[in-house]
Each structure stands twice: as structure tokens, then as C-alpha cells.
């Protein structure tokens, strides 16, 4: 089992850049994908990105391509989310996910764990 903490949201100007860390637990964590996700008020959960178990392979939504990068480092359980050039937007709840396989998935279904969620507000 993994226990996942999201941090580093905030409010940011339009422009900016955040970058939010996902904390696993578990001796196991470098077994899992993960992957990114949001959710705006009223909106379905989105895929952001997902990232493969050794971090060799990585996959975005369109909209966020070439302006957040996800990262992971197995020796600190940590996830990153890396995002540059932020837009109003971009306003969401970001969660991170785990799931027991090679890959990440663009599907929130595919995910076995979930972290809590960090607030990601950009001001116009």
C-alpha cells in the first residue's frame, strides 16, 4: 500500500511558476507508475501527466506540453510536477496517483492510490 501527500500549491500570478511535490510512503514506491491529475470546480477530473515506474517515460495532456514537467526521484519517494507559464486555467485541485505497474495511464480509474489533493489557484 502507498500513502501519497501532495505540496507546494498556492496562488500565483498569471505567468508564474509552482512546482508541487508528491510524498510516498512505502518501501515500494519505485513499483509504482504515477501520474498527475486536477480538478476544477465543476469539472470532471483531468489528466495531467503520468510518469512510468523509473521515470524513463513520460506523457502529458496536450494542453500542458512544452509548460509542466513531471519528475520523480525513488531514493526520496517524491513525485514533482514542475509548472511554468501558468493561466488562469490552470486553477484546480492537483492530485497525484499510484498505480502498481510499468506505466502511467491517462485514465483516473487506472489509479489503486490517490493523495489528498494542493489547491493551485493563478490569478489573471
Known amino acids: 500500500q502507498v500513502q501519497l501527500v501532495e505540496s507546494g500549491g498556492g496562488l500565483v500570478q498569471a505567468g508564474g511558476s509552482l512546482r508541487l511535490s508528491c510524498a510516498g510512503s512505502g518501501r515500494t514506491y519505485s513499483l509504482y507508475a504515477m501520474g498527475w491529475f486536477r480538478q476544477a470546480p465543476g469539472k470532471e477530473r483531468e489528466f495531467v501527466a503520468a510518469?512510468?515506474?523509473?521515470?524513463?517515460?513520460?506523457f502529458y495532456a496536450d494542453s500542458m506540453k512544452g509548460r509542466f514537467t513531471i519528475s520523480r526521484d525513488n531514493a526520496k519517494n517524491t513525485l514533482y510536477l514542475q509548472m511554468n507559464s501558468l493561466k488562469p486555467e490552470d486553477t484546480a485541485v492537483y492530485f497525484c496517483a499510484a498505480r502498481n505497474t510499468l506505466y502511467g495511464s491517462r485514465r483516473p480509474a487506472d489509479y489503486d492510490y490517490w493523495g489528498q489533493g494542493t489547491q493551485v489557484t493563478v490569478s489573471s
Open positions: 510518469i512510468s515506474r523509473n521515470g524513463g517515460v513520460t
